[in-house]
């Protein structure tokens, strides 16, 4: 039975308190009311400054000092890295260290073309240069140009051939370089670098070695 209100006037609302709160909650699910509500992106992003918030209200109360001594620690921080970096300098990748020529069991110079040929083939270029520059050192020790030494680098082998094939000095001075870039250095070679190495093992193969002072002597 419906309360009377003084005067003997009943309530304007009449009906239980569940269906209305039913129906009031069927009509604010309508999209007309939700037109503009925040996306689901925004929603999100609210709800991350919202954790920001609490984790820098968490921290400021944990230090010294409160947000302002917060602030201090950030930058003190900050002011050592600058100084570390600027201490240090940029971080690089460290080389490779240099290692001999051969990894592998004793081949021969005509296998060591062979070998670089067919990854010439396969446009494998950086193969075919190491293969190549292995070609020409391993030809000049069968015809005692070197003398054959395990860990030879070749550095070492472009400078010890120079003295007696010095019309080739600056060929085999690039070809060590570039050997050593593709195999120490992470280069990638190309069609070109292999072709000035191969002209290269072709025109030592065709010279004669000048013979040094000693080696003169011992002929006479």
Not at 26 to 48: C, I, V, W
Not at 172 to 182: G, I, S, Y
Request: charged letters at 25%; a negative charge; glycine letters at 8%.
């Amino acid at each position: 039975m419906a309360t009377l209100l003084p005067g003997g006037e009943e309530p304007p609302v009449t009906e239980p308190r569940l269906p209305a709160r039913e129906a009031a909650e069927r009509e604010l699910s309508k999209p007309m009311y939700h037109e503009n509500d925040p996306g689901l992106f925004q929603r999100a992003l609210t709800r991350f400054w919202e954790w920001v918030d609490e984790l820098f209200g968490a921290a400021s109360g944990a230090t010294p000092g409160g947000a302002l001594g917060l602030v201090v620690i950030v930058l003190v921080v900050l002011l050592l890295v600058v100084a570390l970096w600027w201490r240090l300098g940029t971080p690089q990748r460290t080389p490779a260290p240099e290692g001999g020529l051969f990894d592998d069991r004793p081949r021969s110079a005509a296998e060591h073309r062979k070998a670089a040929e067919t990854h010439a083939l396969a446009h494998r270029w950086t193969e075919a240069v190491q293969e190549r520059m292995r070609a020409v050192v391993r030809s000049l020790e069968e015809r005692t140009v070197l003398e054959p030494r395990p860990g030879r680098t070749a550095d070492e082998a472009a400078a010890e051939a120079a003295t007696q094939l010095p019309g080739h000095a600056d060929g085999l001075r690039a070809a060590a370089r570039t050997f050593d870039d593709v195999t120490y250095g992470g280069r990638a070679a190309d069609e070109g670098a292999y072709l000035r190495l191969r002209d290269l093992d072709l025109a030592l193969e065709r010279t004669k070695p000048v013979l040094s002072g000693a080696d003169r002597g011992a002929v006479q």
